[in-house]
C-alpha cells in the first residue's frame, strides 16, 4: 500500500495552516456554535449557597424526631436572616438558601403539619434535600479549555460560570467548490445525463455544523479555466474544500489543476470509500479536495476534513474505538483500510456491529443509520462473521446527529 496514512494527511493539512489566532468578544447569547478562545473560570460556587431541594422545612437535624414550630418561611430568592433559636424549624421552598443555623430540610410530605408547628415522626439526616455550596462546581474552577466547541450544554455552563461575554475565535474561513457538469441545483427537472448537485448542500452544512464561515462558491464545469477560476483567489480563506474531479478520468480537472498550481501535499489516501482525495497548498492556504462521490467525501469528511477544521481551533476531535464482532462476513480482500457504516448491536454483553447497510462510495443514506465505523485493516483477505474488528466512533456521526428519530427508523431504514 503506498498511500499515505490518514494521520500524516491531516499533518500535512496542519502543516500548511495552525490555529487561528484572531478572538473576538462576544455576548454568551451569540456563542453558540463558536469556539471559546479563553480559559472560562467559574466566578462562583455553584450553588452560591446551601440550596434546598425540596419544599418543606428547614430545620437542625438533631431536634428530630420531634414536634418543631414553625418560626416564618423563606422563599428562592430570598434570605432568611432571623435568628432561629433551637427546636424551631423554617418553612423552606425549593431554591431557598438554608437558613443560616440551620442544618437540613425535610419534605413536606413526610411531616404532619398543624397550625404553627410540624410533627416530624423520624430522625432527619443533616444535610438531607440539600443541595450544598459548591457542589456542582467550585469558585475558581477551569471549567473549560480554550477550544472548546460551544453547544447547548456549554451555553448553559457558561451562565453557570457567570460569564455574560465571552472570547471565541473568528470562525474559519472555508471555501466550498463543487465541480461537475453533470451537476445541477435542485429546483428544475433533471436534464438527461444530469444529477443533483449534493455536496454543495451537503458540505455548506457539514462546515457550518463544524463552526466554519462558509462561502458558497458557483459550481464549477469540468473544464481546466472553470477550475482554475474557482481556484483562483483564496488568500481570504483558511480553507478550501473542492469536491470532484480528483480521481484519473479525462475531466479531472481539480487534480490536473492542483499538480500544475499548487503545491500537492498529497493524492490519496489509505481509506475506502475516500481515497480519492487531495491535499495541496497555495498561498499559505490549504486546499482539500475531495471525491465527488458524495459517501466517499463523507467519509473523508469525517476522517480528514472534520478533525482539521477542528484544529484550526486548537482543539482536537475525540474519537471513541470500541470492539466488536462482525455480525456478517465481509468478503472483499482490500487493499485499502476500509471503513464501513455499521450499526451497534449488544447481545447478552456481547457488542457486534451489523454492516448490512449499503456501502457504495456514491451512498449518502447509510450514515443515517450508522453508529460507529467498522475497521477492516488495509491488506486483509476475506474476513469471516464473528471476527474481532475495531468500530470507530466520531462526534456527529449516525443517529445521535438527528436528535431524534422516527419510532420505526430502526426497524425499516430507507433503502
Ligand atoms: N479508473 C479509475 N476510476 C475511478 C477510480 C480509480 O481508482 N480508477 N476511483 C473511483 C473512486 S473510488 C471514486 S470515489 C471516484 C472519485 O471520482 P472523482 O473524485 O474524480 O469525482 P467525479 O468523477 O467528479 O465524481 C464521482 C461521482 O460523484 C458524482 N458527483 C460529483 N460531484 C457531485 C456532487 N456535487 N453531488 C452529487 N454527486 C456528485 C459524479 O457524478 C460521479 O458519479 O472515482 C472512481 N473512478
Ligand atoms: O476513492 Mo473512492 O473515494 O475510495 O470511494
Not at 471513541?320 to 471503513?339: A, D, N, V
Amino acid at each position: 500500500m503506498s498511500y499515505i496514512s490518514v494521520t500524516e494527511a491531516l499533518d500535512l493539512l496542519k502543516s500548511v495552516r495552525g490555529r487561528i489566532e484572531d478572538s473576538e468578544q462576544i455576548p454568551i447569547e451569540q456563542c453558540w456554535g463558536r469556539t471559546l478562545a479563553e480559559e472560562v473560570v467559574a466566578f462562583s460556587d455553584s450553588p452560591p449557597f446551601h440550596r434546598a431541594a425540596m419544599d418543606g422545612y428547614a430545620l437542625r437535624a438533631q431536634d428530630t424526631p420531634g414536634t418543631l414550630p414553625i418560626l416564618g418561611q423563606v422563599n428562592a430568592g430570598e434570605v432568611f436572616t432571623q435568628h432561629v433559636p433551637q427546636g424551631y424549624a423554617v418553612r423552606i421552598m425549593t431554591g431557598a438558601p438554608l437558613p443560616q443555623e440551620l442544618d437540613t430540610v425535610i419534605e413536606q410530605e413526610a411531616v404532619t403539619r398543624h397550625n404553627q408547628h410540624i410533627e416530624v415522626p423520624r430522625v432527619v439526616k443533616t444535610l438531607r434535600n440539600v443541595s450544598t455550596q459548591g457542589s456542582e462546581i467550585t469558585r475558581g474552577t477551569t471549567v473549560f479549555q480554550p477550544g472548546q466547541y460551544i453547544g447547548s450544554l456549554e451555553m448553559g455552563l457558561l451562565a453557570l460560570s457567570g460569564y455574560a461575554t465571552v472570547k471565541v475565535y473568528r470562525k474559519p474561513r472555508v471555501l466550498l467548490v463543487t465541480t461537475g457538469d453533470e451537476l445541477q441545483n435542485p429546483g428544475q427537472a433533471l436534464q438527461p445525463g444530469h444529477i443533483y448537485n449534493v455536496n454543495r448542500y451537503l458540505f455548506a452544512a457539514l462546515l457550518t455544523e463544524a463552526g466554519a464561515d462558509v462561502t458558497w462558491a458557483p459550481p464549477a464545469a469540468d473544464t481546466s479555466h472553470a477550475v482554475a477560476l474557482a481556484l483562483s483567489d483564496l488568500t481570504p480563506y483558511d480553507l478550501v474544500i473542492t469536491t470532484g474531479g480528483v480521481s484519473v478520468g479525462d475531466k479531472d480537472h481539480v487534480i490536473q489543476f492542483l499538480r500544475n498550481h499548487t503545491r500537492l501535499l498529497f493524492w490519496r489516501v489509505d481509506m475506502h470509500p475516500g481515497k480519492s482525495i487531495a491535499g495541496a497548498e497555495k498561498d499559505h492556504v490549504p486546499i482539500l479536495a475531495l471525491s465527488g462521490n458524495p459517501g466517499a467525501a463523507m467519509m473523508s469528511w469525517y476522517l480528514i476534513g472534520l478533525p482539521f477544521v477542528v484544529s484550526l481551533y486548537g482543539a482536537y476531535l475525540p474519537l471513541r474505538h470500541i470492539s466488536g464482532r462482525l455480525r456478517h462476513p465481509f468478503m472483499k480482500p482490500t487493499r485499502e483500510t476500509r471503513y464501513l457504516r455499521a450499526r451497534i448491536q449488544v447481545e447478552q454483553g456481547e457488542i457486534f456491529f451489523d454492516t448490512q447497510l449499503p456501502q457504495g462510495s456514491d451512498i449518502i443514506t447509510a450514515y443515517r443509520q450508522s453508529e460507529v465505523l467498522a475497521i477492516i485493516p488495509e491488506g486483509s483477505p476475506p474476513v469471516p462473521s464473528g471476527t474481532e474488528v475495531t468500530g470507530l466512533m466520531i462526534p456527529g456521526l449516525g443517529p445521535e446527529r438527528l436528535y431524534w428519530l422516527p419510532q420505526n427508523h430502526r426497524e425499516s431504514p430507507p433503502s
